[in-house]
Each structure stands twice: as C-alpha cells, then as structure tokens.
C-alpha cells in the first residue's frame, strides 16, 4: 500500500514569512496529491491539491509543487497569517481505494 | 447548501455501553468513509462504503461495525466501547473512490467514561 511521509511535524513563523511542509510518497502509480487544513475541534479541510499532470498550482497565498520523478510534492503558504495555524495533512491515494495521510504538521504563526 | 452532517456532536458512554453514531449527506456522493482520530494524530481510515459495497480496513477491529440503511445515512456502531475508543470519529464522502476530493463532516467528539 501507499506509504506518505511528512516533515516537519512542527513548525513555527513568524507572521509573514513563508512556511513550507514537505511529503514523500511510495506508490509511482499515485496521481492525486491533496492537503488538508484542520483547526482545532474542527474538521479537515481540503485547501488545495494537485494532479499528476501539473508540477505546481497556486491559489493566493497558497501553492503546492509535485515532483514524480523523486516522488514528494510540498505545500507553500506565502505572507503566513495569525489564522494560517493549524495541522496541516498531506495525503495520496497510490492505485488505493482510500487516501493514506501524512502524520501531520502543525504550524504556528506567531505575531 | 449541501453537506455532510454528524449527529451527535458529542457523546458520552459508559464503558462497554453500545453506542451509535451517524452520519448523513445532501452532497449524493456514491463514498462514505468513517475515520478515527485521536489527538494530534491523522484520521485513521475504519472503513468505507461504495455503495452498497462495504470495505473494512483490515487492522478495523471488530469492535466497530457500520451500516447505510441509503446513499443519505451512514452509522457507525461500537458494541463494546473501551477507553480506548475515546476519539473523534469523522465521516467523510466522496464521488468516488481515490483520486477524489473528500469531504468531512464536523465529527463527532466520544467520550468513554
């Protein structure tokens, strides 16, 4: 089955820099890269995600990079915010029926 | 506007004390997913519907147990909670399996006392 990695598992900005978390995943076959965004108490929610046919894809401050040939795709937040702090999640589906996430980082934006 | 629903919120049972919970949808989406999460973790996928087609992860313990009666309702039942099962439970849908964006409902926070 699909294996994902993710680093780090915590990560800490100043308000305004940029953050970026990275994931590595096993399955070539995987074509389909989201990330989640969860705030506490709350549930996950998609805020981007990528297909096999793109390497990058943006939407405002937000973008994700995919590389297939060394198998990980990374999510950028530019000008981080006060409400940017939550856990992130990378996820892949590999040729499964099911998407296996990441462990999760979870990002702190300080004033 | 359409969405994926959790009923309870929150719940609390007692120890061994069968619980229900449930999940419904206005999205019409043919997946639905029921996930564990405990704390500071990732949602732990327990099983999922295509459906009528029920597919059970196999570390899913048979502890827990669902049911979708129709493509709306999705349940999942405990039979014997332990402390251990003390988590947020989160359902989620999809179109379709895989390569599809899921969406979650608001979970449901249990407590087992």
């Known amino acids: 089955g699909e294996n994902v990695e993710q680093h780090p598992s915590t990560l800490s900005v100043q308000e305004g820099d940029s953050a970026v978390i990275k994931c590595t995943y096993s399955?070539?076959?995987?074509?389909?890269f989201p990330w989640y965004k969860q705030e506490l108490g709350k549930r996950p929610q998609l805020i981007i995600d990528?297909?096999?046919?793109?390497g990058e894809k943006k939407d405002q401050r937000i973008a994700v990079t995919l590389n297939k040939t060394a198998k990980h795709f990374s999510l950028h937040i530019t000008e981080t915010q006060p409400e940017d702090s939550a856990v992130y999640f990378c996820?892949?589906?590999?040729?499964?029926?099911?998407?296996?996430f990441g462990t999760g980082t979870r990002l702190q934006v300080t004033l | 506007d359409a969405m994926v629903i959790q009923n309870p919120r929150y719940q609390v049972t007692q120890f061994g004390k069968p619980v229900t919970l449930s999940c419904s949808q206005t999205?019409?989406?043919?997946?639905m997913y029921w996930y564990q999460q405990k704390s500071s973790q990732a949602p732990k996928l327990l099983f999922h519907?295509?459906?009528?087609?029920?597919?059970n992860e196999a570390d899913t313990p048979d502890n827990f147990q669902s049911r979708r009666p129709n493509t709306s309702f999705c349940f999942l039942d405990i039979r014997s909670p332990g402390l251990g099962d003390a988590a947020m439970y989160l359902c989620?849908?999809?179109?379709?399996?895989?390569?599809?964006?899921?969406?979650f409902g608001p979970g449901t926070r249990l407590t087992v006392t």
């Open positions: 399955d070539s076959a995987s074509n389909y």
């Open positions: 996820a892949s589906p590999g040729t499964a029926s099911k998407l296996t």
């Open positions: 989620a849908t999809s179109i379709r399996t895989g390569n599809y964006e899921q969406y």
């Open positions: 990528i297909r096999s046919n793109v």
């Open positions: 999205l019409n989406h043919n997946v």
């Open positions: 519907y295509y459906d009528k087609d029920f597919n």
